[in-house]
T-cell receptor, first 116, second 111 residues
Framework: DTAVSQTPKYLVTQMGNDKSIKCEQNLGHDTMYWYKQDSKKFLKIMFSYNNKELIINETVPNRFSPKSPDKAHLNLHINSLELGDSAVYFC???????????????FGQGTRLTVV | QQPVQSPQAVILREGEDAVINCSSSKALYSVHWYRQKHGEAPVFLMI?????EQKGHDKISASFNEKKQQSSLYLTASQLSYSGTYFC????????????FGTGTSLTVIP
């Protein structure tokens, strides 16, 4: 069984379109994340959800919106896609220890988004 | 807030050793290390907690100097399978809302 799975693996779309990327984890973790990895391989955190509450929201355009129907799922919706949104998007999950550092994060296989 | 890693890239021959450094401008509670192979997702290697501990598994070990807000990853007797990009991840708070990945170090091991 795949621990963290995200779909689709590849997504090619035109500028201005709206798209979604889905993520599911079966590890029982209480924290899920979305990361963006650009062409220079920098991993930048976009969102973090802990028990369905947003706990990090970096300086991400509001065209990006995370949606978490339950703690096993964290989907990413992107409106009005722009060329600069092209990147690999990773979903991840971890178990956040109470009042302590988080445990290791498990990553999905990534979604390569190409905006043309 | 993003930790800085050095070197940016390194090429090794099989059997050689390497050190990758991770430096943060903030006081840290923990440091994580991940390896990402080309076209794949990052994979967890180890976590070091506040207290200046050192950890290792196989021939990869790491240290965490909380006073200097630095961590180092040591790869000894490198193997071809060690090739990839290594990222440190740092936590600056107990609430988990200040976790950032470092700038990455590309490691290539050649025969």
């Amino acid at each position: 069984d795949t621990a963290v799975s995200q779909t689709p693996k590849y997504l090619v779309t035109q500028m201005g379109n709206d798209k979604s990327i889905k993520c599911e984890q079966n590890l029982g973790h209480d924290t899920m994340y979305w990361y963006k990895q650009d062409s220079k391989k920098f991993l930048k955190i976009m969102f973090s959800y802990n028990n369905k509450e947003l706990i990090i929201n970096e300086t991400v355009p509001n065209r990006f919106s995370p949606k978490s129907p339950d703690k096993a799922h964290l989907n990413l919706h992107i409106n009005s896609l722009e060329l600069g949104d092209s990147a690999v998007y990773f979903c991840a999950s971890s178990h956040k220890r109470y009042r302590g550092p988080g445990t290791e994060a498990f990553f999905g296989q990534g979604t390569r988004l190409t905006v043309v | 807030q993003q930790p800085v890693q050095s070197p940016q890239a390194v090429i090794l021959r099989e059997g050689e050793d390497a050190v990758i450094n991770c430096s943060s401008s903030k006081a840290l509670y923990s440091v994580h290390w991940y390896r990402q192979k080309h076209g794949e997702a990052p994979v967890f290697l180890m976590i070091l907690l506040k207290g200046g501990e050192q950890k290792g598994h196989d021939k990869i070990s790491a240290s965490f100097n909380e006073k200097k807000q630095q961590s180092s990853l040591y790869l000894t007797a490198s193997q071809l399978s060690y090739s990839g990009t290594y990222f440190c991840g740092t936590e600056a708070s107990l609430t988990g809302n200040q976790f950032y990945f470092g700038t990455g170090t590309s490691l290539t091991v050649i025969p």
